[in-house]
């Protein structure tokens, strides 16, 4: 067996030490236990999109001790982590025999009353900063700090500066309908499910109606929604829900005007030029085959327009005042950014784009913004209604009963020609994308295309981008599920010009983020789901386990050397499901639709017949995991076509074995759908977030008569039983 650690005389090279010192992963052990080192080329790539110059011999050495001189030059780290209820100890950068004293500014403004005492040096090598010998000392940080964001003062020899104190829970405690028991949910695309009402997409008056039914007539308890996320203005408009152009707001585009205060309240004449709005783009309902997102919206936002020159009575207009307040310059980062796409076009990779060429405080952008007032306005008065009309979903799904509600879902990150890089550039890195190296699923490695958050920013600014985002999120959500969880801790960063396989992980606080999840799920009771699938570190989900966050589960990918292992033993702290929305739905996946699309699009990096032998192997491991533990009745393999309906409830009874906290059935399988919702490694290729809720024979599954249909029925009684 190869050694796969990395020996002295690499670990020695001047390159790898500065990249570890920023938290570069210079090697790294994959999915089929095969060790892997980071090319140089790669790591200077990395190296560069953090703003570190290790272009040559010369420049690594300044790079290293620029860093050295920053780390041990100031007082204390910009952002400190304290875990409410126990004592912790923080490191103060200090001259020897000089005392520090500190003190800490609560979250609400006011002083701290207890004492910080120093309780002693850090045990840390001492290092000589601009002819002066830093030693250090612990500022000690008592038990009885409570949680929140607050700001702590350190002051010695003259000197003062400032922390951001994060003072979090222990773990996120769960509620407790869980702590001995176990709920069940259902999985859904949001946009696929349209009622007569839809606009061609579903929308948010859609998802209130799906939660209070799902409660009403399945017992079900949370609903798992795709992302939520900000997306462009106007048409055409990114199909994917996880490349958002901002995580920070919500995607206004599934609005429903005639739910609006003011439509309630417009004349008939108003209401009428909606209404016939409507009416023009309401067969899009019908429709089985794609779902047409651009013609929707193109009719939605002239009838929102139409909506917001109404006006709005002082109550209401008070009200969104209010909101403009509490988000701040964020939201005129998002409305900004939204007028200048709708005045100047689409951003893009032209030097010339106004994204490109323009920052937030060019004066172009301040001219655009008085020139039209109103047309800022709409964008902000947009994002209050899709904020309302979200928090309504929710409300509407606890006040039916729901334990949970809205399950929300929060992307990976941003899309590079966004919101969010636009306004804040520093936030992210430069010159590299975020993905995952080659696994089992995915031979060719991922390039997701979105710039990932820069760590050195989110210490700089007490993560404070991070905690605005999660935040956001659980206003108006019973729970968060974080795609690819792996984020938190380690990302797989793909410099410009390289392929998905030439990358390096570069390593995040995750204490720090993890605490954040825990302040803000504490905050409202809610629960954290982290998708931990994939290439994922051991010490991942024991992480997540400490701090009470729940991994994830599923059927399909729960097996060792190609034997699957019975649902009874699967983890208590995960959500489990039989499927993910990266696969065909079970009838699709047992039909092997995902060999017929990833030849159909050549996606192998073996041959068709190779795969479709694996794909067989793994259909038959499956069944006869389904048929040892009684789950699937062995008769009905004789016609697995005819038997398919069956067959599919089996992986469902078996799911329903699992001990874990949270169980997941997705819609598609309750209906009889067979085609996948997305094709990893694809865009246009093939129609990834754009397709229809269909049932096993193509028709259209409306949501006026979802909870009638009879397969769905059959589905729910396994997940009551």
């Not at 997306?231 to 990114?238: D, N, Q």
């Not at 429903?256 to 309240?265: A, L, V």
């Not at 013609?295 to 209401?316: D, P, Q, S, Y």
């Not at 599920?481 to 984020?487: A, F, K, S, Y």
Request: aromatic letters at 8%.
């Amino acid at each position: 067996m190869t050694d796969q650690r990395e020996q002295e005389e690499r670990l020695s090279r001047p390159l790898i030490r500065l990249a570890k010192m920023l938290g570069i992963g210079t090697s790294y052990v994959g999915q089929s236990n095969d060790y892997h080192e980071i090319e140089d080329d790669v790591l200077i790539d990395v190296l560069a999109a953090l703003g570190v110059d290790a272009s040559s011999d010369e420049a690594i050495e300044r790079s290293i001790n620029a860093i050295v001189h920053e780390r041990y030059g100031r007082l204390v780290s910009p952002t400190v982590l304290h875990t409410a209820g126990t004592t912790d100890h923080i490191r103060v950068n200090t001259s020897i025999m000089s005392v520090p004293t500190a003190s800490i500014t609560m979250e609400n403004g006011e002083p701290y009353e207890g004492t910080l005492a120093v309780v002693g040096d850090g045990s840390q090598q001492a290092h000589i900063i601009d002819g002066r010998f830093i030693a250090s000392a612990l500022v000690e940080i008592p038990d009885d700090v409570p949680v929140g964001y607050h700001t702590l003062h350190v002051s010695v020899d003259g000197r003062t500066q400032d922390a951001t104190l994060i003072s979090a829970p222990s773990r996120v405690e769960l509620p407790e309908s869980l702590k001995s028991g176990q709920l069940w949910g259902w999985m859904a695309q949001l946009y696929s499910i349209r009622s007569a009402d839809s606009w061609g997409v579903g929308d948010f008056e859609d998802l209130k109606t799906l939660l209070v039914d799902a409660k009403r007539r399945t017992g079900a308890d949370f609903v798992l929604i795709n992302p939520m996320h900000a997306a462009e203005p106007v048409s055409p408009l990114t199909p994917s829900p996880y490349l958002p152009v901002s995580r920070r707001f919500v995607n206004f585009t599934y609005i429903r005007p005639e739910s609006i205060e003011e439509y309630r309240t417009a004349d008939e004449s108003v209401k009428a030029q909606i209404n016939d709005l409507h009416d023009g783009v309401a067969a899009l309902n019908g429709d089985p085959q794609i779902i047409d997102r651009d013609t929707m919206w193109r009719a939605k936002m002239h009838a929102l327009w139409i909506l917001f020159k109404v006006g709005r009575n002082e109550a209401r207009q008070a009200e969104f005042e209010a909101f403009k307040q509490s988000c701040g310059e964020e939201l005129e980062a998002y409305a900004t950014w939204c007028l200048c796409y709708d005045k100047w076009g689409a951003p893009s990779a032209d030097p010339n784009n106004w994204e490109r060429s323009l920052t937030k405080d060019s004066p172009q952008i301040a001219d655009l913004r008085n020139q039209f007032p109103d047309t800022l306005d709409f964008y902000r008065w947009m994002e209050w209604i899709a904020t309302q009309q979200f928090r309504g979903a929710q409300e509407a799904a606890k006040e039916a009963g729901m334990q949970i509600g809205v399950m929300a879902d929060m992307a990976v990150g941003v899309h590079p020609l966004g919101c969010d890089v636009w306004w804040n550039p520093e936030r992210f890195a430069k010159g590299a994308t975020v993905g995952a190296p080659p696994d089992f699923f995915n031979q060719q490695g991922q390039n997701w295309s979105q710039p990932p958050l820069s760590p050195i920013d989110l210490e700089n600014n007490g993560y404070r981008t991070y905690r605005d985002i999660v935040h956001g999120m659980f206003a108006q959500s019973g729970a968060v599920r974080i795609d690819h969880i792996l984020g938190l801790f380690r990302l797989w960063w793909i410099p410009e010009d390289k392929s998905a396989t030439e990358g390096a992980y570069v390593y995040y606080d995750s204490n720090i983020m993890l605490g954040i999840l825990a302040i803000e799920a504490s905050r409202v009771g809610g629960v954290v789901v982290g998708e931990d699938l994939g290439v994922v570190p051991e010490y991942v989900a024991d992480s997540l386990a400490e701090h009470g966050l729940l991994g994830c589960a599923v059927e399909w990918f729960e097996q060792t050397d190609g034997v699957f292992h019975e649902p009874r033993t699967w983890r208590p702290y995960a959500l489990a499901s039989v499927n993910t929305h990266d696969l065909p739905p079970c009838a699709g996946y047992l039909d092997y639709e995902h060999v017929r699309i990833r030849e159909r699009l050549n996606l192998l990096t073996c041959s068709a017949q190779e795969f479709q032998a694996s794909a067989v192997k793994e259909h038959n491991a499956m069944l006869m995991m389904l048929v040892d533990n009684g789950y699937l009745d062995p008769k009905l393999l004789e016609d697995e076509h005819a038997n398919e309906q069956q067959i599919v409830e089996s992986l469902y009874r078996a799911l329903k074995a699992a001990p874990s906290k949270l169980l997941a059935a997705s819609l598609t399988d309750a209906v009889g759908e067979h085609r996948a919702q997305n094709q990893p490694g694809t865009n246009n290729e093939y129609p990834n977030w754009r397709v229809p809720l269909a049932d096993a024979q193509g028709n259209v599954v409306p949501l006026e008569t979802l909870f009638d249909n009879a397969r769905l029925q059959s589905l729910t009684a396994i997940m009551q039983s």
